[in-house]
């Protein structure tokens, strides 16, 4: 199926790791990038090829793959993480967003 | 640095049209495709299409949601692409964004109402 699924939440209590899932089957046969949004700001790209970071993106945010799942871990959980966030694939003929998973860090 | 700058959004009747521009600096961005994303107020994001390169013929996508009604364009000389968007409802109000697979703008905001 061509469609990207996330849990709408995910909480954690500072210092603690989180966890977020994507899945599909598309994830199979193409990278996967998260992107987080806090409010009324654009998103931001944390994750791309599955596990790369980008410059600047602190080494605490981490990226995994495992079949047709692909996995964003935040170790060390901040209350500025608060977000929310969203895998993304794409490829000649789907472009996908997941539905977005509200991390909440209290 | 790269940017990516929205614009054209605004206030427009059901059924009207509306012609966004996203105009890009920092990156090459003639060799990148260009997605256009929207967010309505308290929603996820949703991808609405797609234009690629000239190697890849300028070839465009688009969502089901808006297919037959929006046109996707560039202009390389202008570092620009373009979201032509007709027959507007009122389900069509959101942020819109230009994305570039990497990067985002910071959104222009589309509000469909009589």
């Known amino acids: 199926s061509y469609e990207l699924t996330q849990p709408s939440s995910v909480s954690v209590s500072p210092g603690q790791t989180a966890r977020i899932t994507c899945s599909g089957d598309?994830?199979?046969?193409?990278?996967a990038r998260w992107f987080q949004q806090k409010p009324g700001q654009a998103p931001v790209m944390m994750i791309y090829?599955?596990?790369e970071r980008p410059s600047g993106i602190p080494e605490r945010i981490s990226g995994s793959s495992s079949g047709t799942t692909v996995t964003l871990t935040i170790s060390g959980a901040q209350v500025d993480d608060e977000a929310d966030y969203y895998c993304?694939?794409?490829?000649?003929?789907?472009?996908?967003f997941g539905g977005g998973t509200r991390l909440t860090v209290l | 640095e790269v940017q990516l700058v929205e614009s054209g959004g605004g206030l427009v009747q059901p059924g009207g049209s509306l012609k966004l521009s996203c105009a890009a600096s920092?990156?090459?961005?003639?060799?990148?495709?260009m997605h256009w994303v929207r967010q309505a107020s308290g929603k996820g994001l949703e991808w609405v299409g797609r234009?690629?390169?000239?190697?890849?013929?300028?070839?465009?996508g688009y969502a089901a949601s808006v297919k037959g009604r929006i046109t996707l364009s560039r202009d390389d000389s202008k570092n620009t692409a373009y979201l032509q968007m007709n027959s507007l409802k009122t389900e069509d109000t959101a942020v819109y964004y230009c994305?570039?697979?990497?990067?985002w703008g910071r959104g222009t905001l589309v509000t469909v109402s009589s």
């Open positions: 994305f570039s697979g990497d990067y």
């Open positions: 920092g990156f090459t961005f003639s060799g990148s495709a």
């Open positions: 234009i690629r390169s000239k190697t890849h013929n300028y070839a465009t």
């Open positions: 598309v994830l199979a046969k193409t990278y």
């Open positions: 090829k599955d596990s």
């Open positions: 993304y694939s794409a490829t000649d003929n789907n472009v996908l």
